[in-house]
């Protein structure tokens, strides 16, 4: 997601998808934070506390990711990372966000992922 989207497309989007945490990216391409099921819970109780007022699900087109602040629990790693940092990694987070060297977003490498690339791995040295 970018960060200019809006918390309702976040929202469609979780419909859609089975993640509970989405990487958010600049329209730069850099990245820039991990946003959560959680953040967006967060924000809006805290938000609905301070003005004591319901917020719609139309409301939700005018809140943008970049509005909710959200502790980047998922910190990116350089394309260059050996497999053994992202295992070290993968027992702390669901997936890791993959970036340049000049910080630009490439990808994700989930935790299935690295489970994967190990069991072949022992797979193929066994063999």
Same mark, same amino acid.
């Given at each position: ?5 809006s ?9 859609? #998808? =089975?993640?509970? @945490? $989405?990487?958010?990216?600049?329209r730069?391409?850099? *990245? +820039?934070?991990?946003? %959560?099921?959680? &953040? ?8 609905t506390? #301070? =003005?004591?007022? @319901? $917020? ?7 809140? *943008? +990711?970049?509005?909710? %602040?959200?502790? &980047? ?55």
């Amino acid at each position: 997601m970018y960060d200019d989207n809006s918390l309702r497309q976040f929202m469609e989007r979780l419909k859609f #998808d =089975t993640h509970s @945490a $989405i990487p958010v990216i600049g329209r730069d391409g850099r *990245y +820039i934070s991990t946003i %959560s099921e959680g &953040d967006v819970l967060r924000y809006l109780l805290k938000r609905t506390e #301070d =003005t004591n007022e @319901a $917020i719609s699900f139309r409301d939700l087109e005018t809140i *943008y +990711i970049k509005d909710v %602040s959200h502790k &980047d629990k998922n910190p990116p790693c350089l394309i260059t990372a050996e497999p053994e940092d992202l295992v070290f990694r993968a027992m702390e987070q669901n997936f890791i966000p993959v970036v340049d060297d000049w910080g630009s977003f490439i990808g994700i490498v989930t935790r299935r992922d690295i489970l994967k690339y190990l069991a072949t791995s022992q797979d193929k040295m066994q063999q």
